[in-house]
């Protein structure tokens, strides 16, 4: 039945041509708006990403107590049993538990500075995703791997005004004084550290001094006067790597049901994905308020349609046409209106995201006043401002062509339902 009603309602098309054209052409900004917009928060999570990196840390967990839960409930600390349950949670590839010194400071020269030197056990070193700038990633009994902006946190005591020194710690010997501040009479011991090499920026640990946790132990041990105790021991940080970025999300949560809480560049980048989702939704709403006025203009287009061809439908009924051959015959109608303006829409969208990706792509960089409008880098984006997945154009058509069906609907009813009689009196 469609083979033969389908002709009928391409012919009765044609013969309104101008008005075929006039009504697509509100489809067709109604979608062409629906899918730039939504293209365009493609394009800006995409470069929010890729200031973000693609590097090992988006599968790092950082795990600590929970100090959002009940002053009167016993917090569950960082222990050696905690990191024995971590290791058993499914879609961990390793967990990675250290400790912090408890005090000290560094001293290079004339110059004092400070660095957060954590201990890790030398084998899961590899696992941190560190890439270095010189060096070896290896630490041995009192070596240490710098973080690149250590060296930015130093001074010199003995001026007048503080004022910070840089110091190349690779190139500068220097040593760890430390304070014993439970002993009866203070007293202070330095230790020399020879450096292994230097990673790059970018991390969590930029201000920080990683060195073997026995070598971090036993001067906690020597700062504190007690000896640590394997029964009562808690570790001052845990990171916990997910095996893939899309099992991240589902460790945070098996480990939050443990009782700790998360964190971490993966969780940041959740959040941020959703919150583009919900611009999606948002923007999309917008452009839907384009494709919903388009709507009204099929559907008075259709009403008048049936106005001019009353007499039409009454002599299709006289012959044997059934009301429902009728109601399909203005349904296709108002589908292929849907339809073309859907095609040419995803059309111009396709257009314009060329012109537009193009522009900004060959635009200037740095401080140019005709990057103004753009709140980052042009480079961080690789001129895709504009991204439009496949899938986003087949379901603007079809959306499209829903449209023009729902706006045809009534206009089919009140066709499919006239008397034939009443039609064939009609002038």
Not at 84 to 105: A, C, D, K, S, T
Not at 322 to 346: K, S
């Amino acid at each position: 039945m469609i083979g033969e009603l389908l002709p009928l309602a391409l012919g009765n098309l044609a013969r309104a041509r101008g008005r075929l054209i006039m009504t697509a052409g509100g489809v067709l900004v109604g979608t062409a708006a629906v899918v730039l917009l939504i293209a365009l928060t493609f394009g800006l999570q995409r470069s929010a990403e890729k200031s973000i990196g693609e590097n090992a840390s988006l599968t790092e967990i950082d795990v600590y107590p929970n100090w959002g839960r009940e002053m009167n409930e016993n917090l569950p600390q960082l222990t050696v049993e905690a990191v024995r349950q971590f290791w058993q949670v499914p879609g961990v590839e390793v967990v990675i538990p250290m400790v912090n010194l408890q005090g000290g400071e560094l001293l290079a020269g004339d110059y004092t500075g400070w660095g957060n030197i954590m201990g890790i056990d030398p084998a899961l070193l590899p696992y941190l995703g560190l890439e270095l700038t010189e060096g070896t990633l290896s630490l041995g009994p009192g070596q240490g791997l710098l973080g690149p902006r250590v060296g930015d946190n130093f001074f010199d005591p003995s001026s007048e005004e503080w004022e910070p020194v840089q110091v190349d710690l690779m190139n500068t010997p220097f040593e760890v004084r430390l304070f014993q501040y439970n002993s009866p009479t203070p007293s202070e011991r330095k230790v020399e550290l020879e450096l292994t090499g230097t990673f790059r920026e970018g991390t969590s640990f930029d201000y920080a001094i990683l060195m073997p946790v026995r070598d971090v132990m036993a001067w906690n041990e020597w700062i504190t006067g007690q000896e640590a105790d394997p029964e009562t021991f808690v570790y001052d940080r845990v990171v916990v790597r997910a095996t893939s970025r899309e099992t991240s999300q589902d460790v945070s949560e098996a480990i939050r049901d443990l009782g700790y809480a998360t964190g971490g560049i993966g969780d940041y980048l959740n959040a941020l994905n959703n919150f583009f989702a919900t611009m999606r939704v948002m923007l999309g709403g917008v452009g839907a308020v384009a494709l919903l006025v388009a709507a009204f203009g099929v559907a008075n287009t259709m009403t008048m349609a049936i106005l001019e061809r009353t007499k039409e439908i009454g002599l299709m009924k006289a012959i044997g046409a059934t009301d429902r051959d009728v109601l399909t015959v203005f349904l296709i109608e108002a589908g292929l209106v849907g339809l073309a303006g859907g095609l040419a829409g995803v059309g111009l969208s396709l257009f314009l995201q060329n012109v537009i990706n193009q522009a900004v792509q060959n635009a200037p960089q740095g401080d140019s006043p005709a990057l103004i409008f753009l709140p980052f880098d042009t480079s961080q984006i690789g001129g895709s401002l504009i991204v439009i997945p496949a899938e986003l154009t087949v379901l603007a058509v079809v959306l499209a062509t829903l449209v023009g069906v729902g706006a045809g609907f009534y206009p089919a009813l009140r066709a499919a339902h006239l008397p034939p009689v009443t039609a064939l009196k009609q002038e």
